[in-house]
């Protein structure tokens, strides 16, 4: 469910620069790379609408290009896409130079969709002897990625000690074998790879998310895209540190704890966590994708929140910490969805928001039942939450909304904590089936398109970019 990435979204920037290297290297291992001569993409739906502002047009070149999304110098995207629009070239998986204007091969199809999903695009080759080859592939969420005609198999292929569709069955494996979430996890993904490879890219995705937090404290100035929206987390950073000096992450964490432990003081840093990766995110940062770039904020800010003003850093409990949010999303991706242009910001920030209340549960001592519950009363909470980006940026509401859905999972999370969960009325398995009723029946301006909501209350002329 995490992915190393970069923003500003999942569906609509990692998603289409994953398409274009599999697209590239479809043409590598075809052995048809070096005959292309032309190349043009068509952008669908929701992928057209808001491609702009999300990059799409600039994640897709960068893939053409060779460039991999997790190791690619983001300081770079602006001088390299600089050189191929003036060049009118890209260099086809790094090694074949090809004519490419972006401003005429990469066509957006504002009113046309394809009917599998929301989020298509189509990559037409010219080859030498003037035969085309085409492949069309859907950006699904999370920076997932699906060919036409290909289901994703996987997981399938896989023999897991515990399989796991929904929460109740989640439930039943750790009633059984008195594990704990993250222990069930842990034991799954060893079907993968060795014990000591998860935890090692476990802390890595913490790593990536704790610098992408000490970048967003550190920078500031306006967001790109023409919105005039100003970075806030530096300033908040600021004045929450109060002129305590600080030199690196582990002395800025002590720093912070120095402040005490005031309701609004601990509220203040929480937000400021959040809007430091989504203002990082917003500016084509370096960020994971958890479960989406969108809702990138929730769960460093929870972590975070977590390591700063409950039991402090330990690699123990961060890793607790991923596992157990990385199951809760894996659930409401196989029962609902993680995409926006399928159910709106419930399926982001919701359920970004639930992860985070089940692993802060775990983390704080609760049971397995309780870190369901909270799960739970934080996507119950999210539920016909739309999505309508002002301008097609995910920049408002976006970036303000991940502080809400960490201080939510924070309550969602004390709440269960403090309940006993034999009372609870709504399972998550109902609140998931709920949310993709829902989203169903959301009307599409609402997912992802900026044409409802305060997308056509707040208009802005955007800039090329
Ligand atoms: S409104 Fe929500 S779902 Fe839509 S782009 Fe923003 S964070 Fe993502």
Not at 291 to 298: C, D, E, K
Request: aromatic share 8%.
């Amino acid at each position: 469910m995490f992915k190393i990435g970069v923003g500003p979204s999942s569906s609509h920037t990692l998603g289409p620069w994953r398409a274009a290297q599999r697209f590239c290297n479809m043409l590598e291992t075809s052995g048809k790379l070096y005959e292309v001569t032309a190349l043009r993409i068509l952008l669908y739906g929701s992928l057209a609408k808001t491609g702009k502002g999300h990059g799409t047009d600039i994640a897709i070149q960068l893939g053409l290009d060779g460039q991999d999304p997790v190791t690619f110098d983001v300081d770079q995207i602006n001088s390299r896409i600089n050189d191929i629009r003036n060049m009118k070239e890209l260099v086809l998986n790094g090694k074949h130079e090809i004519g490419f204007n972006p401003d005429e091969d990469i066509e957006f199809f504002m009113n046309e969709n394809l009917p599998y999903h929301p989020n298509a695009l189509s990559f037409l080759a010219t080859l030498k002897n003037g035969d085309n080859l085409s492949e069309t592939y859907y950006s699904i969420g999370g920076g997932f990625v699906e060919k036409e005609g290909e289901k994703n198999s996987a997981s399938q292929s896989v023999q897991l000690p515990f399989p796991v569709d929904t929460a109740d069955e989640l439930l039943h494996w750790c009633m059984k074998t008195g594990l704990s979430i993250s222990e069930v996890v842990m034991e799954n993904e060893t079907s993968w790879r060795s014990e000591g490879e998860t935890r090692k890219g476990v802390l890595n995705t913490w790593r990536v998310m704790q610098e992408c937090i000490y970048r967003g404290i550190h920078t500031e100035g306006m967001l790109p895209g023409g919105l005039q929206v100003k970075r806030r987390a530096a300033e908040l950073n600021r004045k929450l540190i109060a002129g305590r000096q600080y030199n690196d992450y582990n002395s800025w964490v002590s720093t912070m704890r120095q402040g005490g432990n005031d309701f609004r003081y601990i509220i203040d840093w929480v937000s400021c966590f959040a809007l430091a990766v989504n203002e990082e995110n917003a500016s084509f940062g370096r960020v994971v994708t958890a479960p989406t770039n969108g809702a990138a904020g929730v769960i460093p800010a929870v972590l975070q929140y977590y390591i700063s003003f409950t039991d402090g850093y330990s690699e123990e409990k961060i890793i607790q910490f991923l596992l157990t949010a990385s199951e809760i999303g894996s659930i409401f991706k196989k029962g609902a969805t993680i995409s926006a242009a399928m159910g709106g910001c419930q399926a982001e920030i919701g359920v970004s928001s639930a992860m985070a209340a089940a692993a802060l549960t775990e983390c704080m001592g609760g049971t397995q039942r309780q870190c369901i519950m909270a799960a739970e009363i934080a996507m119950e909470h999210h539920l016909g939450l739309t999505c309508d980006p002002i301008g097609g940026l995910v920049q408002i509401p976006c970036i303000e909304r991940n502080t809400m859905g960490a201080i939510k999972a924070i309550t969602a999370s004390q709440l269960a904590l403090q309940s006993a969960p034999d009372f609870a009325k709504v399972s998550l398995d109902a609140v998931i089936r709920t949310m993709w009723d829902t989203a169903k029946d959301m009307n599409h301006k609402y997912k992802e398109t900026s044409d409802g909501g305060l997308a056509v209350h707040i208009p802005i002329s955007l800039s090329e970019c």
